[in-house]
Nanobody, 123 residues
Framework: QVQLGESGGGLVQTGGSLRLSCAAS????????MGWFRQAPGKEREFVAG????????YYAESVEGRFTISRDNAKNTVSLQMNSLKAEDTAVYYC????????????????WGQGTQVTVAS
């Protein structure tokens, strides 16, 4: 079992940057595909980015491609999301999640979730 906890959210101006982190418990962190999702008010939770267990491969939602970068440090059991050129539409609660299937973009493919961290982009 994996327990996840996000940090790093906050208020940022349009065009600014923010880095989210997710700390994981457990000895098998590197065996999990890690993902970031987000949920804006009144909207469904959506996929943002995912990364393989080794950290060698990543994949992104089209809406964040080129602006966001996902990375992980298996020695520290952490996964991060660097967010640049932020837009108002990036405002949401961001969640990290752990799953077993690389390339997965659906919520049901991820077994473990953090509690979320709020990101607000002000124009």
């Amino acid at each position: 079992q994996v327990q996840l906890g996000e940090s790093g959210g906050g208020l940022v101006q349009t065009g600014g940057s923010l880095r989210l982190s997710c700390a994981a418990s457990g000895r098998t962190f590197s065996s999990y595909v890690m993902g970031w999702f987000r949920q804006a008010p009144g909207k469904e939770r959506e996929f943002v980015a995912g990364i393989s267990g080794s950290g060698g491969m990543a994949y992104y939602a089209e809406s964040v491609e080129g602006r966001f970068t996902i990375s992980r440090d298996n020695a520290k059991n952490t996964v991060s999301l660097q967010m640049n050129s932020l837009k108002a539409e990036d405002t949401a609660v961001y969640y990290c999640a752990a799953g077993q299937r690389f390339g997965a973009r659906r919520i049901e493919n991820y077994n473990y979730w953090g509690q979320g961290t709020q990101v607000t982009v002000a124009s």
